[in-house]
C-alpha cells in the first residue's frame, strides 16, 4: 500500500485508547484534500466498532494501519506518522494528546479548545469512500 500526504510533524499527537495505545500510533491529522491513496485500493480493509463512525483502516495482506478516519473528525484522514517514508519512528516526540479513553470528555475539551467540530451528516464511511473513489485502480 502507497499513499501521499502533506502532514506537519509539529501537530504530531497521540491518543491513550486502547486501539491507538496497542497500535502505537502517532497521529497527524489532514484534510481529506492533502491525502491520496496511491496503490493498495484492493488490499484496504475497515474495521468499525462502537458508533461505526471510525473507519480503522489496515492492508489485508501486512495487517498495517496506514491511517483511518477517525469518530472525532469523520471527514479528515489521520495518518500513522510511523507508516510515513524517511521517518524515525522511535524518534518520534507527539506534542498533541487526545484522551481516548474519556472519548466523550476528551472531545468536548477538543472542541472548546478551539478544534473543529465535525460538519452535520459528516461519517468515515463516506470520507473512507471518497478517498476510494480517487485512487487508481
Same mark, same amino acid.
Given at each position: 500500500?502507497?499513499?501521499?500526504?502533506?502532514?506537519?510533524?509539529?501537530?504530531?499527537?497521540?491518543?491513550?485508547?486502547?486501539?491507538?495505545?496497542? &497500535?502505537?500510533?502517532?497521529?497527524?491529522?489532514?484534510?481529506?484534500?492533502?491525502?491520496?491513496?496511491?496503490?493498495? &485500493?484492493?488490499?484496504?480493509?475497515?474495521? $468499525?466498532?462502537?458508533?461505526?463512525?471510525?473507519?480503522?483502516?489496515?492492508?489485508?495482506?501486512?495487517?498495517?494501519?496506514?491511517?483511518?478516519?477517525?469518530?472525532?473528525?469523520?471527514?479528515?484522514?489521520?495518518?500513522?506518522?510511523?507508516?510515513?517514508?524517511?521517518?524515525?519512528?522511535?524518534?518520534? &516526540?507527539? $506534542?498533541?494528546?487526545?484522551?481516548?479513553?474519556?472519548?466523550?470528555?476528551?472531545?468536548?475539551?477538543?472542541?472548546?479548545?478551539?478544534?473543529?467540530?465535525?460538519?452535520?451528516?459528516?461519517?468515515?464511511?463516506?470520507?473512507?469512500?471518497?478517498?476510494?473513489?480517487?485512487?487508481?485502480?
Amino acid at each position: 500500500m502507497r499513499f501521499r500526504a502533506e502532514v506537519d510533524l509539529d501537530h504530531l499527537s497521540n491518543c491513550s485508547c486502547s486501539v491507538c495505545t496497542k &497500535k502505537g500510533m502517532m497521529h497527524l491529522s489532514m484534510d481529506l484534500a492533502a491525502f491520496q491513496l496511491l496503490r493498495g &485500493k484492493d488490499s484496504l480493509k475497515s474495521y $468499525t466498532f462502537g458508533t461505526g463512525i471510525a473507519q480503522h483502516t489496515f492492508c489485508a495482506h501486512c495487517g498495517m494501519h496506514p491511517f483511518y478516519i477517525p469518530r472525532s473528525q469523520p471527514h479528515r484522514v489521520i495518518v500513522n506518522a510511523r507508516c510515513l517514508d524517511g521517518i524515525d519512528g522511535p524518534g518520534l &516526540k507527539p $506534542t498533541r494528546f487526545f484522551d481516548g479513553r474519556h472519548w466523550e470528555d476528551a472531545q468536548r475539551h477538543r472542541i472548546a479548545e478551539g478544534g473543529e467540530a465535525p460538519p452535520p451528516g459528516a461519517h468515515g464511511a463516506k470520507t473512507l469512500q471518497a478517498i476510494l473513489d480517487r485512487a487508481p485502480e
